[in-house]
Nanobody
Framework: QVQLVESGGGLAQAGDSLRLSCATS????????IGWFRQAPGKERKFVAA????????RYADSVKGRFTISRDNAKNTVDLQMNNLKPEDTAVYYC????????????????WGQGTQVTVSS
């Protein structure tokens, strides 16, 4: 089992950058595919980005492609989400999650979740 804790959220203006970090404890993060998801007020949680165990595969939602970058450091048990050129529509609670299975982006396949970190982007 793995525990995940997100950090790095906060207030930003449109065009700013933020870097979210997902720190893990318990079983080594190298055993898991890691994904970032977000949930805006009144909306369902949605996929943002995912990275394979060896960092050889990454996937992004179309809405963040070219602006967000996911990366991981298995030695430090961390996964980061660099968010550039933020937009008001990026406002949401951001969650990192771990998947024990093969690489995938479907929310239902992720087994462990953090508590989330709020990102608010003003125009």
């Amino acid at each position: 089992q793995v525990q995940l804790v997100e950090s790095g959220g906060g207030l930003a203006q449109a065009g700013d950058s933020l870097r979210l970090s997902c720190a893990t404890s318990g079983r080594s993060i190298s055993n898991y595919v890691i994904g970032w998801f977000r949930q805006a007020p009144g909306k369902e949680r949605k996929f943002v980005a995912a990275i394979s165990r060896a960092s050889d595969i990454t996937r992004y939602a179309d809405s963040v492609k070219g602006r967000f970058t996911i990366s991981r450091d298995n030695a430090k048990n961390t996964v980061d989400l660099q968010m550039n050129n933020l937009k008001p529509e990026d406002t949401a609670v951001y969650y990192c999650a771990a998947d024990r299975g093969p690489f995938g982006v479907q929310i239902g396949r992720y087994d462990y979740w953090g508590q989330g970190t709020q990102v608010t982007v003003s125009s």
